[in-house]
């Protein structure tokens, strides 16, 4: 699959490549154009991009905010290098991007995977992060599943690399969600498009790898995370079979300053299936840390 950010960008949305570890990374921007208007940057999670993570909920955030998406190297419509694809890989990264954008300081919405990456930066930046938004983040529950699915991408990682699954693309998004016939097929057709590169089955295998280490260093990955004391809000599905809402208790030990919500009607993919709730909450929070 050839390096087409057009393809991939959000409606509306503002595309740009920038330059991030040595990685063309797809960028797109949204809201206002001021630059000195306050600034939202956002990590979809593992095997999502942009326009599917975001395309729904930031119309329903403050207009008067600039929003800042990219797609994750491996994912979507950034490169795909031969990277790490751990932690510490996407958090330089990150630090790469809002460099690159000039951005001193802002606030991060993370979701799943994006949401682990975001805490373990904000730990890192505690006086540029301003506050801080995890939907289903991983990196809190102690979830035996991926423990599985890690040692099963290390045993399977040549396979997956080599042989394009699309049987199983469309039974992950429905499984991730409450209701499947909510999910919007033309999403579902290009998360199958894209799992066809072999390089983003090996990119996608290499995060799962890195599952039984991360679990092992649970304990003190999250008494560094909580060196971040800013604002923090933390959203969950009640329904979500990948990351359980159980997991929130953990995020709520780290963070005790957190408010948070349980969507009711929601899987693993809130912004997707109730974004309007999920925007009425997120908004004031952004609007207050932006003030």
Not at 278 to 288: D, G, S, T, V, Y
Request: contains cysteine; positive net charge.
């Amino acid at each position: 699959m050839g390096f087409a950010v057009e393809t991939f960008a959000p409606p509306a949305w503002r595309e740009a490549v920038v330059q991030a570890a040595g990685v063309r990374v797809a960028s797109f921007w949204s809201g206002s154009s001021s630059p000195a208007a306050p600034c939202v940057v956002l990590l979809h999670g593992l095997g999502h991009w942009s326009e599917a993570a975001w395309g729904e909920l930031v119309p329903r955030l403050d207009p008067s905010m600039r929003y800042l998406a990219f797609d994750w190297p491996g994912f979507g419509a950034s490169e795909r290098p031969a990277a790490r694809y751990d932690v510490a890989y996407f958090r330089d990264v990150l630090d790469a991007v809002v460099d690159a954008a000039g951005l001193e300081r802002f606030a991060l919405v993370g979701h799943s995977l994006g949401g682990c990456i975001a805490a373990a930066y904000a730990a890192e930046h505690v006086t540029r992060v301003k506050g801080l938004a995890l939907i289903a983040p991983a990196g809190f529950g102690r979830t035996p599943r991926h423990l599985a699915f890690g040692v099963a991408a290390i045993l399977a990682r040549p396979l997956l690399t080599w042989y394009s699954p699309r049987a199983f693309v469309r039974p992950a998004f429905r499984h991730a969600v409450l209701e499947p016939d909510r999910l919007d097929p033309a999403m579902i057709a290009r998360a199958g498009e894209l799992f066809d590169d072999r390089k983003l089955r090996d990119a996608y295998a290499r995060v799962y790898a890195g599952a039984p280490a991360n679990a092992l260093r649970r304990g003190r990955q999250h008494a560094h995370w909580s060196q971040y004391r800013g604002p923090v809000f933390c959203a969950w599905g009640r329904h979500d079979h990948y990351i359980a809402v159980r997991a929130l208790r953990d995020v709520l030990r780290v963070y005790p300053q957190a408010s948070s919500l349980i969507l009711e009607r929601s899987g693993h993919l809130p912004m997707v299936e109730e974004p309007a709730a999920l925007a009425a909450a997120l908004r004031p929070f952004l609007n207050a840390v932006a003030a």
